[in-house]
């Protein structure tokens, strides 16, 4: 039970080059080890937390202006249907379970403005801004604020 992370991350990025993949991979672990809490076997420290597996992820589609993260874990935004600027209002880290989120825009019409709860951070600003169609970011809370892998 779990997923493959490369082929989930060349669906979710459009590419098949493997050196991408890999890098980001290395990212998330990276930033997992350093700022999440060890999960897995009891009394492991130093394991990475677990990824929900495939079948676990959520989906969401947004085809409006505004939208409130809940508990999904992947946002697809439909800016061309919401005609024009999208704004996704993060959950609050403190409820995010510490899982990774990512929001993708699809189209081509406006921007999609990622804004954290309250005074939480996105790599320390406010705020996080997609411009190009297909773009993404993946984003994995600390306990505090949000860190774009």
């Given amino acids: 039970m779990g997923i493959d992370l490369s082929r989930h991350l060349r669906k979710v990025f459009r590419t098949e080059n493997d050196v991408r ?12 080890r350093a700022t999440l809490p060890a999960t897995g ?12 597996s495939a079948k676990d992820l959520t989906f969401v589609t947004v ?11 992947v946002i697809l935004v439909d800016d061309d249907t919401a005609g024009g600027d999208v704004t996704i209002d993060l959950q609050a880290v ?11 825009k699809l189209g ?12 939480e951070t996105i790599d320390g600003a406010l705020t996080a801004t997609l411009t190009v169609q297909y773009e993404a970011l ?12």
Avoid at 41 to 52: C, E, H, N, R, W
């Fill in 21 to 32: 993949v890999r890098e980001v991979i290395q990212g998330i672990e990276e930033i997992a």
């Fill in 41 to 52: 076997a009891p009394g492991a420290p130093g394991t990475v937390p677990l990824i929900p």
């Fill in 63 to 73: 085809t409006t202006t505004s939208h409130t993260a809940g508990v999904e874990d």
């Fill in 94 to 104: 403190a409820d995010t379970f510490k899982y990774p989120r990512v929001i993708k």
């Fill in 108 to 119: 081509t019409t406006g921007n999609v403005i990622i804004d954290g709860d309250g005074t």
């Fill in 138 to 149: 993946m984003l994995i809370p600390d306990g505090s604020n949000w860190h774009i892998i």
